[in-house]
């Protein structure tokens, strides 16, 4: 298993290539705001093809390299139905002007290809299956992913901007909920197992071991009680 990874553009979000080894096919999770580069160096350097984009929700920090990445490669942008509006609209998702000039060369806009992504559906890509999980609460379209275990690495969850190393995503945006998200922290996040290594959409990887035992949104759904520190109103301000 090959994931490489990489902060991008103006609110340092993650993207990544996962494929099943070098030299083979794969898949782009997340191209944001001025990954284009970084996604064309990191395809040179493990020889990778990609066959699909696939998208944890609408933000533009996570989305704002879409049309460049699928029209470079001529493949699908995979995102839920909720969220794809913001791509063509992204001022309208964050519900204030983000003054789109300054940040640099955009194309806003669908690919030329978008399919839709449905709760528990299985996406077979790239000799990979992604167990899809809807989650809202950051956006009412956000997703995860999950790789199941192999011989190579324990389970990994692409969380988005779901679940972060001791945080959660914002949800003071339009679409955000904070009742929607801690439910489905509760429903996607508790039933993994310990091992699961999670990529979120901004900052380092953890565990759901660890975010199980450290993260006060975690513990909150899973005493059923707030935590210190884990303000039920709305979360921190992380990313969009």
Request: aromatic fraction near 4%.
């Amino acid at each position: 298993m090959l994931i490489a990874g990489f902060p991008a553009g103006a609110w340092g979000t993650n993207c990544y290539l996962v494929a099943p080894a070098p030299g083979e096919e794969c898949v782009i999770i997340d191209p944001g705001h001025e990954a284009a580069p970084g996604v064309e160096e990191a395809l040179q350097k493990h020889r990778l093809k990609p066959v699909a984009v696939v998208l944890t929700h609408g933000h533009l920090d996570h989305v704002a390299s879409v049309v460049p990445v699928c029209g470079a490669h001529d493949v699908p942008a995979w995102i839920h139905p909720e969220d794809r509006y913001m791509m063509s609209d992204p001022e309208k998702a964050l519900g204030r002007s983000i003054g789109l000039p300054l940040l640099g060369d955009l194309t806003v806009g669908e690919p030329d290809d978008v399919r839709e992504l449905t709760d528990g559906a299985r996406l077979e890509l790239a000799g990979l299956e992604l167990a899809v999980a809807h989650a809202p609460g950051h956006t009412k379209g956000s997703v995860t992913f999950q790789l199941p275990e192999n011989a190579d690495v324990p389970p990994v969850f692409f969380s988005g901007d779901l679940l972060f190393a001791g945080s959660i995503g914002r949800t003071d945006l339009p679409g955000g909920s904070m009742a929607d998200m801690l439910e489905s922290l509760a429903r996607v996040c508790l039933p993994l197992d310990d091992s699961t290594v999670v990529l979120s959409g901004h900052g380092p990887q953890t565990t759901i071991g660890r975010e199980r035992t450290a993260n006060p949104y975690l513990r909150q759904v899973a005493d059923g009680r707030p935590e210190p520190g884990a303000d039920t109103g709305t979360a921190p301000r992380r990313g969009m």
